[in-house]
T-cell receptor, first 111, second 110 residues
Framework: AQTVTQSQPEMSVQEAETVTLSCTYD???????LFWYKQPPSRQMILVIR??????QNATENRFSVNFQKAAKSFSLKISDSQLGDAAMYFC????????FGKGTRLHILP | KAGVTQTPRYLIKTRGQQVTLSCSPI?????VSWYQQTPGQGLQFLFE???????NKGNFPGRFSGRQFSNSRSEMNVSTLELGDSALYLC?????????FGQGTRLTVV
């Protein structure tokens, strides 16, 4: 069965600093997709970044980047120059026929 | 394009009642998925519909059902509500492998 594990329930980072959120996953599929979603207090799940498993290059979206280690089944999210608006729950997710979510990491931004 | 629209945003129901939640996907998206989010269990997949056919189903009891209409709008029904059904229910519409979520319906069962 596919699983997604986020080992950090909560993290804090100073505004303007860099933070890395960890995620490991397990799947027997060779073709799959990985995502990081952000859920602010408004509850809407917002897609932050995506990675196709067949692509070796790590995805980047502005201040957000990932470190995708396929052999290790690791998919961490790095947020650079953290901003107050980045405070939210962050979910790592794996998709093959459906989306499997991790339990989430609550990120606090300290002014 | 308008995003995924879920109605209602909030619901309070009594144990034993039934409830219907609605989801309108992004225009042109034919796939709709439903997820239940609770503090204890996190986000769990309920089911997915594509072109009015259920394509995939999660591990939920038969009290949870859904359907999709020809305009891709989807409804989810929960019968004989239990206290444990209190949750945020999220709907997502899919374009290829990308899923876009609505703001959810907060269901409280009392």
């Amino acid at each position: 069965a596919q699983t997604v594990t986020q080992s950090q329930p909560e993290m804090s980072v100073q505004e303007a600093e860099t933070v890395t959120l960890s995620c490991t996953y397990d799947t027997s599929e060779s073709d799959y997709y990985l995502f990081w979603y952000k859920q602010p207090p408004s509850r809407q799940m917002i897609l932050v970044i995506r990675q196709e498993a067949y692509k070796q290059q790590n995805a980047t979206e502005n201040r957000f980047s990932v470190n995708f280690q396929k052999a290790a089944k690791s998919f961490s999210l790095k947020i650079s120059d953290s901003q107050l608006g980045d405070a939210a729950m962050y979910f790592c997710a794996l998709r093959d026929d459906k989306i499997i979510f991790g339990k989430g990491t609550r990120l606090h931004i300290l002014p | 394009k308008a995003g995924v629209t879920q109605t209602p945003r909030y619901l309070i129901k009594t144990r034993g009642q039934q409830v219907t939640l609605s989801c309108s996907p992004i225009s042109g998206h034919r796939s709709v998925s439903w997820y239940q989010q609770t503090p204890g269990q996190g986000l769990q997949f309920l089911f997915e519909y594509f072109s009015e056919t259920q394509r995939n189903k999660g591990n939920f009891p038969g009290r949870f059902s859904g359907r999709q209409f020809s305009n891709s709008r989807s409804e989810m029904n929960v019968s004989t509500l239990e206290l444990g059904d209190s949750a945020l229910y999220l709907c997502a519409s899919r374009d290829g492998y990308l899923a876009f979520f609505g703001q959810g319906t907060r269901l409280t069962v009392v």
